[in-house]
């Protein structure tokens, strides 16, 4: 007989590079949403810090990241704005000015993409 063996549990930075990895192309989800779909309510400033600290080789989406204002973080005139603009555009979202509307492209995944696809 063989004890049972699972996978070790997520961080919390590893949950959220994870919800991250799902937002498809052309939609956007706010750090607090994610924070909320990792299970970390109120930890908004934890996705940046966990975006930031992420290994390139997990080539996360982390364009498709914004505040909940529906707008980019990064300061105007400055290259990661100006990145994280082409890239959003590249993918069809609209960009005016820094600002994407979240009515309409805002990922709202449902509770089946969550439950199945979460490790956690």
Do not use: C
């Given at each position: 007989m063989t004890p049972e063996t699972s996978?070790?549990?997520?961080?919390?930075?590893?949950?959220?590079?994870?919800?991250?990895?799902?937002?498809?192309e052309g939609r956007v989800a706010s750090y607090g949403k994610i924070a909320d779909y990792a299970g970390l309510p109120g930890r908004a400033r934890y996705v940046s810090r966990a975006l930031k600290q992420a290994p390139d080789s997990l080539a996360?989406?982390?364009?498709?990241?914004i505040n909940s204002q529906g707008k980019i973080s990064f300061a105007k005139d400055?290259?990661?704005?100006?990145?994280?603009?082409?890239?959003?555009?590249s993918e069809g979202v609209q960009v005016n000015q820094g600002r994407i509307a979240l009515s309409e492209y805002e990922w709202r995944p449902?509770?089946?993409t969550l439950v199945l696809s979460m490790p956690f």
């Amino acid at each position: 007989m063989t004890p049972e063996t699972s996978a070790p549990p997520l961080s919390p930075m590893q949950k959220i590079w994870h919800i991250v990895a799902l937002i498809p192309e052309g939609r956007v989800a706010s750090y607090g949403k994610i924070a909320d779909y990792a299970g970390l309510p109120g930890r908004a400033r934890y996705v940046s810090r966990a975006l930031k600290q992420a290994p390139d080789s997990l080539a996360l989406p982390w364009h498709r990241v914004i505040n909940s204002q529906g707008k980019i973080s990064f300061a105007k005139d400055t290259h990661p704005f100006q990145l994280q603009m082409s890239l959003l555009r590249s993918e069809g979202v609209q960009v005016n000015q820094g600002r994407i509307a979240l009515s309409e492209y805002e990922w709202r995944p449902d509770m089946a993409t969550l439950v199945l696809s979460m490790p956690f």
